[in-house]
């Protein structure tokens, strides 16, 4: 379990390819760190003025282009090196598979909250099946804070009104760590919360059971489909396919948009909240400008379900 | 022999004085008497967390602590002490000029600065508790007097824009003759471009400050979502300021190591040109690499390539500097006067400090390490093993040149040994604490972080001792101290060409340049 360098064991795939990042970049420097070092100490014994000798150096050289030219070159190619790798592995830390479950959490002072797709909500325990690639939408309800999962290398702030995320794949079944890298005052140190990996047919069971057993809860997309029942949309948005007024949300969730600024942007989380809360920041081509905000109307939690809805327009 | 010391005396020839030296030795006394405030603070910290729960101190307290080590750290101490203090008091020697361009403007910022501390230190009342950072929303809302203290800092800032300003000019107007620009000792080089940091950031986080106090006061929302602001402006705000501030904090020792390397080395610095030039690479580029404060903030995937793209580029010509003064050593006639020794000390811990940057500005290493010990560690082995060991060898360096006294050397050797065993003892085992996952700014752990936790408590304790003798060792010798030549360690930079300590108007004569300041002969084998 406590394999070298991140000294915590790994816990997924992702987090041994940040390992092997952290071993490259750790034999890199150890490179310069032995040379730089070595030769610091080395000239410190050798050139060291004793008793009796002239108090005057043996050379004066005080430019030596090829040695200069030496040390721009090689430590540029090693930074260079660095960067590619760490960008490479990182691409695959942020891109999130495309069969992820997602899982909802709301960080505030000082807990983690989670709600599951069925709808359910668990505080400061999470648990998620074995291989299964699971998505943690992250949002704050007060100030910032840090979801940090050490054994899986990740980490992302919490950020009041954006939408953020990290995914994983756990690799074992096992109890792991929650804690929070962001100050958030007080409680801060005590903000922990635990990720129970559990195997895939146990995890199913349980996850029948609770569903059946919470009290009667909405899954989140349900009630997603309430709120814009509730608040009108419904009167230019269709769900079908067909285009009202507006543009129909069918497939929308992840699709480009292409916008009358010309931009195209994907629709995410945090296109889907802007637009809700002010929907004149951007405008779909070819469709008018009548949107209404619902700034002041809608609740955050309402925003989360109204996604969930859209996402499971498919 | 009448010099800046006993030429007047009575506190108001020092509060009034015009005087570029006694200016700078009223920062010095300032800045590193809060040094010493900032270090206790550090020291309860550390001593809080000997234990995982609370065994000393409530959370709340930690809070208030660790942020008071930070702020007090960051702007009383690290920022100004080497420009403003030892800036002060020898750019006008470096270069040949009785003064700076602007003597009054200088009195001025010394006041603004004082004034700067007394509200900081009004401030205490209801004592800061966001970390030195002042991130909102949190900074927003807590009832911590935030508003009186980033208003005390904002003083300061101003006093450094002045001063920063006083010395471009200064530079530029004030050169003996003869002295061109690559005649410059390579201090004069790191306090120019640190200056021009100085003017072009320090507004901002005086404005970023403004924009903070209105949003307490007036509730203008524009870091707050709920009123359509955006909480992660205020990091790009920050820290458009605040990394360039590292390098306000790290070039002018960087500075004092390319002056002090030589003269005990007795041998031409090598690659000055290089070293100059890297100051002013470092400078530019310190700009475009803010935002790797802000990996896991929430910031865009292309925003995160782009500066982990350019954090890169600064590590280039900081590596520069390093090979260069290693090799000024290559064949030198090294002499391990306690300057020297606090030299080595800077190189070698700087070292460590820069190779555990790439960790940092790698994306894929830097998500799991940022917030973490890690990052404590990195940032220590640069702020304390690089400036504060770069100001130690300074301080030793010049203290006969400002007392005209000698320090004893023996006592000075004494508490280097300490120091630098308490520092490594102290901050190393934070890489691994870092790579263990422990987040940093926590004021209770699980228990398994606690062998490192108390290896550090202990090593804080040898630090401190150290430093405790070192600065006994300053305050005896002012009386007790051997009467210093003007030159005692063979330096040929214009400073050790006149009596210690210097007259008031520094030299009878201006002196005429003729060569660059590193020329040591050579002795034929
Ligand atoms: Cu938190």
């Excluded at chain 1, 795939?13 to 390992?19: I, R």
């Excluded at chain 1, 007080?186 to 129970?196: C, F, N, T």
């Excluded at chain 2, 700087?350 to 830097?366: H, K, R, S, V």
Aim: proline share 6%; glycine share 8%.
């Amino acid at each position: 379990m406590n394999n070298v360098p991140m000294a915590f064991g790994a816990a997924s795939h992702v987090a041994t390819e940040v390992d092997n990042v952290f071993i490259f970049i750790l034999v890199i420097t150890a490179f310069f760190f032995v040379t730089t070092q070595g030769a610091l100490i080395y000239f410190v014994i050798k050139y060291r003025h004793r008793k009796g000798q002239p108090d005057m150096a043996t050379s004066s050289v005080i430019t030596n282009r090829f040695l200069e030219g030496i040390w721009i070159g090689v430590p540029s190619l090693a930074v260079a090196a660095i960067f590619f790798y760490g960008y490479t592995v990182w691409e695959n830390m942020r891109t999130v598979p495309k069969n992820a479950e997602e899982i909802n959490v709301t960080a505030r002072q000082w807990l983690y909250q989670f709600q599951y797709p069925d709808g359910r909500k668990s505080i400061n325990e999470v648990r998620v099946p074995v291989g299964q690639a699971v998505k943690f939408n992250l949002t704050s309800a007060d100030v910032l804070h840090g979801f940090y999962l050490p054994a899986f290398r990740i980490k992302q702030d919490a950020v009041p009104g954006r939408y953020t995320y990290v995914w994983l794949r756990a690799a074992n079944p096992g109890s792991y760590d929650i804690f929070c890298t962001q100050y958030c005052g007080v409680g801060h140190s005590q903000m922990r919360a635990k990720l129970i990996v559990m195997p895939r047919a146990q995890y199913q069971q349980w996850y029948r059971q609770e569903t059946a057993s919470a009290e009667k809860v909405l899954p989140l997309a349900d009630e997603g489909k309430a709120v814009v029942q509730r608040l009108g949309c419904l009167a230019c948005h269709s769900t079908d396919g067909s285009v009202k007024v507006g543009p129909t949300w069918k497939n929308l969730y992840g699709s480009r948009v292409l916008l009358e600024s010309g931009k195209t942007v994907t629709a995410d989380d945090n296109y889907i909240r802007t637009k809700i809360l002010d929907p004149a920041a951007t405008t779909v081509k070819g469709f008018p400008k009548v949107m209404p905000t619902f700034k002041g109307i809608i609740k955050n939690n309402e925003i989360t379900a109204v996604i969930a809805y859209i996402k499971s327009l498919k | 022999m009448k010099n800046y010391l006993n030429e007047t005396r009575g506190l108001s020839s020092w509060i009034f004085t015009l005087d570029h030296k006694r200016i700078g030795i009223m920062y010095l006394c300032i800045i590193l008497f809060f040094f010493l405030v900032g270090g206790v603070f550090g020291l309860l910290v550390r001593l809080e967390l000997l234990r995982p729960n609370n065994w000393l101190m409530s959370s709340q307290t930690y809070n208030e602590m660790f942020t008071l080590h930070g702020v007090i750290m960051i702007f009383l101490f690290v920022i100004p002490i080497i420009p403003s203090a030892l800036g002060n008091f020898f750019v006008p020697l470096l270069i040949g000029a009785r003064d700076v361009a602007f003597p009054r403007l200088n009195l001025f910022s010394v006041w603004l600065f004082g004034a700067g501390v007394l509200v900081v230190i009004a401030s205490f009342s209801h004592p800061i508790d966001t970390g030195w950072t002042f991130y909102t929303p949190y900074s927003a809302r807590t009832a911590a007097a935030v508003t009186i203290l980033v208003g005390g800092i904002f003083l300061m800032g101003m006093s450094t824009i002045l001063t920063a300003l006083n010395f471009i000019v200064t530079i530029h107007r004030l050169r003996a003759p003869g002295m061109t620009w690559f005649r410059l000792p390579l201090f004069i080089w790191g306090i120019y471009a640190t200056s021009i940091i100085n003017i072009i950031a320090t507004p901002v986080v005086g404005m970023t400050f403004i924009l903070l106090v209105a949003e307490r006061i007036f509730g203008i929302g524009f870091f707050d979502p709920a009123k359509g602001g955006d909480p992660l402006l205020f990091q790009h705000f920050f820290w458009f300021y605040s990394h360039p501030a590292v390098y306000v904090m790290i070039l002018p020792a960087m500075g004092i190591i390319s002056e002090i390397i030589p003269v005990f080395s007795r041998k031409p610095i090598f690659g000055y040109k290089a070293i100059a030039y890297s100051s002013l690479a470092i400078a530019f580029s310190g700009f475009l690499v803010w935002g790797h404060h802000m990996f896991v903030a929430g910031m865009s995937n292309a925003a995160d390539i782009f500066f982990s793209f350019f954090t890169f580029s600064v590590a280039v010509p900081t590596g520069i500097k390093v090979f260069n003064w290693i090799a000024t050593m290559y064949k030198g006639s090294i002499h391990l006067d306690t300057p020297m020794i606090y030299a080595l000390t800077f190189i070698f811990s700087f070292i460590i400090g820069g190779l555990t940057g790439p960790f940092l500005g790698a994306l894929a290493t830097d998500v799991p390490l940022h917030d973490t010990y890690f990052v404590v560690a990195h940032f220590h082995y640069t702020m304390m093993g690089g400036t504060v060991m770069g100001l130690f060898a300074g301080l030793h360096y010049w203290y006969p040149k400002m007392t005209g006294k000698m320090l004893n050397e023996k006592t000075a050797k004494v508490a280097w040994a300490l120091v630098f065993v308490g520092f490594f003892v102290t901050f190393f085992n934070m890489f691994i604490l870092g790579m263990r996952g422990m987040p940093r700014r926590w004021a209770t752990y699980p228990p398994r972080f606690q062998t490192e936790h108390i290896i550090s408590t202990v090593g804080s304790w040898i630090l401190a001792a150290g430093i405790v003798i070192m600065f006994y060792n300053f305050i005896r010798c002012l009386k007790k101290g051997e009467k210093a030549p003007p030159n005692p360690w063979g330096g040929r930079t214009l400073e050790w060409q006149v009596p210690s300590p210097p007259p008031t108007e520094n030299f009878s004569e201006i002196p005429v340049i003729t060569d660059w300041p590193y020329s040591y002969p050579k002795r034929e084998e």
